[in-house]
């Protein structure tokens, strides 16, 4: 089975503009999360979706933003983009909601996004 | 609000002695507990989870944790290092009830041949 691929693996954006980020799950997987990983903030959740509905969000401002679509497959949005947001951002995938059982999340390479 | 302790930055070890990486954590309720490996330039790998039931769980690569609840601790062990070990581990704790995963800092693991 293919593992959780993230595209593109690198950007480089600057202050202002926007990105869109891509995650595809482990075939059958029907949940999503988002992490952002810096040095000094080490992995901070971001949000969850199962079935197309956010399940979960984390403490972010409103413009970081995502979706999933029907085939679970999952973008995330940031805008207006700060240099604080130069990060590497991970999406894990899990058969279900993070919350019902002990599912394992299993991660992605993750997007490195570098903001200048 | 749950929380998750890595007291190490970073644990050096000689290949072939025992390693241990510490973890202890808070949170309401009973917790699901993982570690992850991440090497660099790499995604976070699952090593081994406790849900319910025996305290001392075993993992991938000859690896193991002890939940103990009375510590709130969940310390990674393995009784022989190899250098192909040294990598940043994580420890996780997921609130049941929430869903919520909560991250430790992550622990710095080179092992020396």
């Known amino acids: 089975k293919a593992g959780v691929t993230q595209t593109p693996r690198y950007l480089i954006k600057t202050r202002g503009q926007q990105v869109t980020l891509s995650c595809s799950p482990i075939?059958?997987?029907?949940?999503v999360s988002w992490y952002q990983q810096t040095p000094g903030q080490g992995l901070q959740f971001l949000f969850e979706?199962?079935?197309?509905?956010?399940?979960n969000k984390g403490n972010f401002p409103g413009r970081f933003s995502g979706r999933q679509f029907s085939n679970s497959r999952s973008e995330m949005n940031v805008s207006t983009l700060e240099l604080g947001d130069s990060a590497l951002y991970l999406c894990?995938?899990?058969?279900?909601?993070?919350?019902?059982?002990?599912?394992?999340?299993?991660f992605g390479p993750g997007t490195r996004l570098l903001v200048l | 609000a749950q929380s998750v302790a890595q007291p190490e930055d970073q644990v050096n070890v000689a290949e072939g002695n025992p390693l241990t990486v510490k973890c202890t954590y808070s949170v309401s309720g009973n917790p699901y507990l993982f570690w992850y490996v991440q090497y660099p330039n790499r995604g976070l790998q699952f090593l081994l989870k406790y849900i319910t039931g025996d305290n001392l769980v075993k993992g991938s690569y000859g690896f193991e944790a002890e939940f103990n609840k009375s510590q709130t601790s969940f310390h990674l062990k393995k009784p022989s290092a190899l250098v192909s070990d040294s990598a940043l581990y994580f420890c996780a704790v997921r609130d049941v009830r929430t869903g919520k995963s909560t991250f430790g800092d992550g622990t710095t693991l080179t092992v020396k041949p």
């Open positions: 979706y199962f079935s197309e509905t956010q399940r």
């Open positions: 894990a995938s899990s058969l279900s909601p993070q919350g019902v059982s002990g599912e394992t999340q299993y």
């Open positions: 075939s059958g997987h029907r949940s």
